[in-house]
């Protein structure tokens, strides 16, 4: 038993080794980031600005999409009927409308009901009275089923409606929504490009630096590469700082778009009170932080990759 036990013992060791040395070298690179502060410090912050610029462009996005949340549900076609048009032919038509497919209900306003709210919202009583006659006619509020997939349903059923016989006009009330959720997606679209061309960036950022590091520690490596180390082997280190470039970026531009968010609450929830709306401005959560940072240190690896092992090759013991 004893036997087996050391036998089992000296297997796991080589990987026990492998896992320690990786552990090692990655808080040995952390080391040599803090033993040139000012130059580590300056290559963080350019990955954060260029990260922080379109997050928070997101962050923002996120934030218009929270406001426009249920104004699908909220989106009427109002159908005015014509003025000869009885209460019993538009009960009956409401009726009607309300088995379509495309149809989530349909709400019948009397003329006379419709008479006294314009009275009392527009403040022209006394003129309308003077009118001896109801000059509006009946209305139906029909709420359409919105299908984000085929916005074209909403038009199809308004040219439905204003087709019907007794219809003088249908009218889409919300259609400037739909404008927006298409403008929303454009730019969504153009974050996404704006974040692969700055990831580039960092890229770039990242693969000069670590070539930078490289031509520094070139004897260092000669020696190295003397001595029988491997590419692997010195390959490391070089990674490990990439990584730390990118997780330390990442952090910082989740700070500036914190920072970002929370200069400019105070100002829109002032808007948002004019608008007599509670609504709070909101950053990252923490899923989204978190998938920042990993992103950023995505990008910090795989620029030291790049430039490891474009330039590593080139250094050899003379």
Request: aromatic residues 8%.
């Amino acid at each position: 038993m004893a036997k087996s036990d050391s036998n089992q013992l000296a297997r796991n060791a080589p990987v026990k080794a492998y896992f320690i040395h990786h552990a090692r070298t990655l808080i040995a690179s952390l080391g040599v980031l803090s033993r040139n502060p000012l130059s580590s410090l300056m290559t963080i912050a350019v990955i954060a600005i260029a990260l922080a610029f379109p997050t928070g462009m997101y962050a923002g996005l996120n934030n218009i999409s929270h406001i426009s949340v249920g104004w699908d549900n909220s989106t009427q076609i109002s159908v005015f009927f014509k003025s000869n048009v009885s209460e019993k032919q538009a009960r009956a038509l409401a009726n009607k409308i309300s088995l379509y497919n495309d149809v989530e209900k349909v709400k019948f306003i009397h003329k006379d009901k419709a008479l006294k709210e314009f009275q009392k919202i527009s403040g022209f009583g006394d003129a309308v009275d003077s009118l001896g006659k109801n000059p509006l006619p009946h209305v139906l509020a029909v709420q359409p089923k919105v299908d984000k997939q085929r916005p074209d349903k909403i038009s199809h059923l308004v040219k439905e409606l204003q087709n019907l016989k007794r219809v003088d006009t249908a009218q889409l009330d919300l259609q400037w929504v739909k404008r927006l959720y298409s403008m929303l997606e454009i730019a969504h679209k153009g974050i996404w490009l704006i974040s692969l061309l700055l990831g580039v960036a960092v890229l770039l950022i990242v693969g000069n630096t670590i070539r930078l590091d490289i031509q520094n520690r070139r004897e260092e490596i000669e020696v190295t590469k003397l001595i029988g180390a491997t590419n692997a082997f010195i390959r490391r280190p070089f990674l490990y700082t990439g990584l730390w470039y990118g997780i330390s970026g990442g952090i910082f531009a989740w700070i500036l778009t914190g920072l970002s968010m929370g200069i400019l609450e105070s100002s829109v929830s002032k808007l948002a009170l004019l608008y007599n709306s509670d609504f709070q401005l909101s950053g990252l959560s923490f899923a989204e932080g978190f998938m920042l940072i990993s992103f950023s240190s995505l990008l910090g690896l795989l620029g030291s990759w790049l430039a490891v092992s474009r330039h590593l090759h080139e250094i050899e013991p003379s």
